[in-house]
């Protein structure tokens, strides 16, 4: 089995125009000129499916098209829907997004009627190989939609779920593949927890750990043989409306473009090896991939990209070196909290790794320096 494991896909705004009404527009055409039509696809949905359901009051951006796309989605064998815009429009709205990609022959994963639903795996076989992919949200992403025991939702990212979830699926298949929604938007570097936790994931079992939710490219690994990508990026995405709350209660209506970063993103390949004695989705080829005003993610050079990925990889080992003894712990995540406009909002308790430099003794004293001048670290030559 060849897998292609893609970023952030949201078909709202200008993509939606082109899937309605323009003909010949094929999004994966990039896609299958990497691998061919036969790899099993799998992607983030990043939206509802739906036309129907109330967009969530006081949330910054509410993303949504119409069912008519789905015709669009249909070269999915599996959609992650285990993010914070899947219920923009209700239970109702996320349930017809489920509806909808079903009918279209698209398993989806990550959201459900229950906990229990929400972290059931989805399966996809081919050629007598099973693959199974499990999807979990980190609560700092959007606290609103969290499934429970009795009601729907996403699955939340714990420690505790994470490694019951993996425990079992894995008997369910040849090969797990963990997607997890999480991160810091916009920051090409993983918070020491995502770290932590992805670690834990390839210990208890994950042949591969892929994250997305921060809309850029972000680090990836590979530890004890398996391959762990934190962020992907935008797959597609097109421009968004947003809706700021102010101060006196008012609301401000914008527009947020794709800057060049946020258009672009990874695919990676992987192929299903049973027999391999470690990591059993094996890495062929990491594909970067940036979409312009076609709307058509399409591949382009490494050096080319916006993100530097080797300043960012080396961030991430360098990290992983200096901080091993912490990141062998076994505790939850702890996260910060408020109350804001009647919901909770989440945040982590640590910044994305961005300079090893802050972690170190001397790192901390720059740091505690900057913050009492107010002035960044690439002033002072970092």
């Keep these: 089995m060849k897998v292609i494991v893609c970023g952030d896909l949201c078909l709202s705004g200008e993509p939606e125009k082109l899937v309605l009404g323009t003909s010949g527009y094929d999004l994966w055409a990039g896609i299958d000129s990497l691998a061919g039509d036969d790899s099993v696809v799998v992607a983030n949905v990043e939206f509802a499916l739906t036309a129907g359901g109330q967009p969530k009051p006081n949330k910054w951006a509410t993303l949504r098209a119409s069912p008519g796309c789905v015709g669009a989605l249909k070269r999915m064998q599996v959609a992650v829907v285990g993010n914070n815009h899947v219920s923009d429009y209700g239970e109702a709205g996320a349930q017809d997004t489920v509806d909808c990609l079903a009918d279209a022959g698209v398993m989806t994963v990550g959201y459900g009627a229950s906990l229990e639903a929400a972290l059931r795996p989805a399966v996809v076989e081919q050629n007598g190989v099973r693959m199974a992919i499990i999807s979990l ?181 360098r990290y992983s070196e200096l901080h091993r003894q912490a990141l062998q712990c076994n505790t939850e995540p702890v996260l910060r909290a408020r109350l804001s406009k009647g919901k909770i909002e989440y945040f982590y308790g640590s910044e994305p790794i961005r300079d090893v430099h802050v972690q170190s003794p001397l790192g901390r004293h720059l740091l505690r320096l900057r913050r009492a001048l107010g002035i960044g670290l690439r002033s002072l030559g970092w």
């Design 137 to 317: 949200a980190c609560p700092t992403t959007n606290g609103e939609n969290l499934a429970t025991y009795t009601s729907s939702g996403v699955a939340p990212l714990s420690l505790d779920l994470l490694r019951t979830s993996i425990t079992d699926a894995r008997s369910e298949a040849d090969a797990l593949l963990v997607y997890l929604h999480w991160g810091v938007e916009h920051s090409h570097d993983p918070v020491p927890d995502q770290i932590r936790l992805a670690h834990r994931a390839a210990e208890w079992g994950a042949d591969a750990v892929v994250g997305c939710h921060a809309h850029v490219i972000q680090s990836y690994e590979r530890y004890q043989g398996r391959w762990i990508f934190y962020g992907l990026g935008n797959f597609l995405f097109g421009p968004i409306d947003t809706l700021r709350v102010l101060a006196d209660g008012s609301h401000q209506r914008g527009r947020q473009e794709q800057s060049p970063a946020n258009r672009e993103s990874l695919a990676i390949q992987f192929r299903v090896s049973p027999n391999r004695p470690e990591g059993r989705l094996e890495l062929e080829a990491i594909h970067p991939l940036v979409f312009g005003q076609d709307y058509v993610p399409r591949p382009i050079a490494r050096d080319c990209l916006e993100a530097d990925l080797d300043r960012s990889n080396s961030r991430l080992m």
